[in-house]
């Protein structure tokens, strides 16, 4: 026969043990923090022109290693970004590696062609503030590029700033690309005969034979040296850009 008081007992001391083996203590939740210990790049802009770039390239937000040609990172810039559109653009977590992060003209490979804006994430600690790069308003057709990443960085030293214009060529921000195309050459510079560009034909092209070789002594400077000097990493892809805007103008 059963012990009632002994099975009592029993019961009260077994949901005892069991509430005991429950209830630890109060245990908070443990806060896991990852620290993002990468650099944030945020680039804005207000573009205009992209519809018109030729579909071999590719405007971009693009981070870039030391001497690398190409983006270990980038974000496009949709094709169909209506005139005057603002974009804001980040590119975060970026480590140790990459050195800077551009506003770059890339191929489908994303190698870069052509630097249209730049800044050096050696200047900045990691883990700091977001680093912004407000670039304004450009202008990112095949000439607004050519204008941002060639003329304004190798030619208007010497074609439009502090007043002067060799050749009677201002290749300043602002001046249209019909002061260039299908338009003589200065005769005293380059002898009669020559236009600056040709549309279509790069061959026959002022500006294009001389930063070409052979043309070093078309004029009384040799300009081969311009390109060769300023973009050492990229020369030929900055070549095939000045030969594809040439060929497709009509």
Known sequence: MVNIKKWETFLISAISLLLTGCDSGNIDDEDILIQNSGKTVKVTATIRGIGQLSDTYTV??????????????QRAIPE?????????VTLDNLSSEISTVELALTNKLRKRILTLASIDLNDFESGGDTIRMDLGSLSVDMFGCIQQGIFNVSCIQCHGANGRSAGNLNLTGGNPPTNLVDVDAQSSVAGEGYKRIVSGNPEESLMFKILNPGGENILHYNHTEILSS???????EVKTLLRDWIENLQ
């Not at 937000?61 to 990172?73: H, R």
């Not at 300023?230 to 020369?235: E, G, H, I, P, S």
């Open 230 to 236: 300023q973009f050492k990493n990229n020369l030929a």
């Open 80 to 88: 169909n970004t209506a005139d005057g559109q603002h974009i804001s």
């Open 60 to 73: 971009a937000v693009a981070a870039f290693s030391d001497d690398k040609k190409y983006a270990t990172t």
